[in-house]
């Protein structure tokens, strides 16, 4: 067995020895004279013994790692065939920890979000998308790591990015755990961002990070040659070639993102067709944020921490919106109230 982190010997030939000794013989006649014991100075490096016997081909390698011509490349073949999201951490002039979300175009390296947060919640996930999708329209496929904020599958469930994903028709890929490879862009592209972010002035809250990364952004997308580009900047490989979208046709949608806060009932606010429609949401979760996600008719209302806590689809005949449908029980009683 070979030292960890060094060349193994794998299986020798059994001229092995003999092409050892050769070497050593070679190595005493080229100006290196054995010392009074009929030693060397230094004795010769395990590595170089192993190359040595690898140059006379009496060695078969067998390396511990995986070389890297083994990984699989790919890149999406066009814009908004592969969008890619990572977050990394970063900290403030106070030395207080925040997370940065990213999200790129697998094609054109083009930055479409990068966001400050204090911890990224499904929320920021969720938001970040929409005002991506907004400004570049919707991907094909998206991938992630398996984080919490990304991936339900640890908890047997869907996220809220996920359920969006889905309802848009829109192939969600999550990354094999301890594989970063696989989200290798955006990775490489956190060392960039890290890198203009270093040579900044401190940032004392987030509000002044949020500035230096917008600033990064647009340097980046539209003035920073890409060496993966062919010397072109990410923005100028985005509308290079037609954009490829979600595999299921949707029809066109208003898309809104809006925060609010429950009333002291559980009860929220929307306009929607010119008119205010009011909808219990729940009484639980009173005087907390939450973020309604609308799309046309349907409506879905999300806690801070991803939760769903109600979901509905608008009746533009009523300015409030009816709650769930009453259950059987509640039928039996009214029955029998009328009935006494």
């Known amino acids: 067995m070979s030292a960890p982190g060094r060349p193994g010997l794998g299986r020798c030939h059994p001229r092995a020895p003999q092409a050892a000794l050769g070497g050593r013989t070679r190595c005493r006649s080229a100006n290196h004279p054995p010392s009074s014991r009929g030693r060397f100075p230094t004795t010769p490096a395990r590595v170089t013994i192993w190359r040595t016997l690898k140059r006379n081909g009496l060695i078969t390698p067998e390396p511990h790692k995986r070389p890297k011509a083994s990984f699989t490349?790919?890149?999406?073949?066009?814009?908004?065939?592969?969008?890619?999201?990572?977050?990394?951490?970063?900290?403030?002039?106070?030395?207080?920890?925040?997370?940065i979300l990213n999200?790129?175009?697998?094609?054109?390296?083009?930055?479409?979000?990068?966001?400050?947060?204090?911890?990224v919640k499904a929320a920021d996930?969720?938001?970040?998308?929409y005002s991506a999708a907004e400004e570049f329209g919707l991907p094909t496929r998206f991938l992630s790591d398996d984080a919490a904020v990304f991936s339900g599958k640890s908890r047997r469930g869907r996220v809220a990015l996920e359920s969006e994903l889905d309802r848009l028709g829109?192939?969600?890929?999550?990354?094999?755990?301890?594989?970063?490879?696989?989200?290798?862009?955006?990775?490489?592209?956190?060392?960039?961002?890290?890198?203009?972010?270093?040579?900044?002035?401190?940032?004392?809250?987030?509000?002044?990070?949020?500035?230096?990364?917008?600033?990064?952004?647009?340097?980046?997308?539209?003035?920073?040659?890409?060496?993966?580009?062919?010397?072109?900047?990410?923005?100028?490989?985005?509308?290079?070639?037609?954009?490829?979208?979600?595999?299921?046709?949707?029809?066109a949608v208003d898309y809104r993102i809006r925060r609010d806060r429950l009333d002291a009932g559980g009860r929220v606010t929307l306009r929607y067709l010119s008119r205010l429609r009011h909808f219990q949401v729940s009484?639980?979760?009173?005087?907390?944020?939450?973020?309604?996600?609308?799309?046309?008719?349907?409506?879905?209302?999300?806690?801070?921490?991803?939760?769903?806590?109600?979901?509905?689809?608008?009746?533009?005949?009523?300015?409030?919106?009816?709650?769930?449908?009453?259950?059987?029980?509640?039928?039996?009683?009214?029955?029998r109230s009328a009935n006494t």
Not at 73 to 89: G, H, I, S, V
Not at 125 to 129: D, G, K, S, Y
Not at 202 to 217: I, V
Request: aromatic share 6%.
């Open 170 to 251: 829109i192939q969600c890929v999550h990354s094999t755990p301890y594989h970063p490879q696989t989200c290798g862009k955006v990775e490489r592209f956190h060392q960039t961002l890290k890198l203009f972010l270093a040579k900044q002035a401190p940032a004392d809250s987030l509000a002044h990070l949020q500035l230096q990364l917008d600033a990064f952004r647009t340097i980046y997308n539209q003035h920073r040659p890409h060496r993966a580009l062919d010397g072109r900047t990410p923005l100028q490989a985005f509308h290079a070639r037609l954009k490829a979208s979600p595999s299921l046709a949707q029809p």
């Open 103 to 119: 999200l790129i175009d697998d094609h054109s390296r083009l930055c479409l979000g990068s966001v400050a947060v204090r911890t």
């Open 125 to 129: 996930a969720l938001q970040t998308f």
């Open 283 to 335: 009484y639980k979760h009173r005087g907390q944020p939450v973020m309604l996600l609308v799309a046309g008719d349907p409506v879905r209302v999300i806690a801070e921490d991803g939760a769903l806590l109600r979901e509905l689809t608008l009746d533009p005949s009523r300015d409030y919106q009816r709650s769930a449908a009453p259950t059987l029980v509640r039928h039996q009683v009214r029955q």
């Open 73 to 99: 490349r790919f890149e999406a073949q066009l814009p908004n065939e592969l969008w890619q999201t990572d977050a990394t951490e970063w900290h403030l002039a106070d030395s207080s920890k925040v997370e």
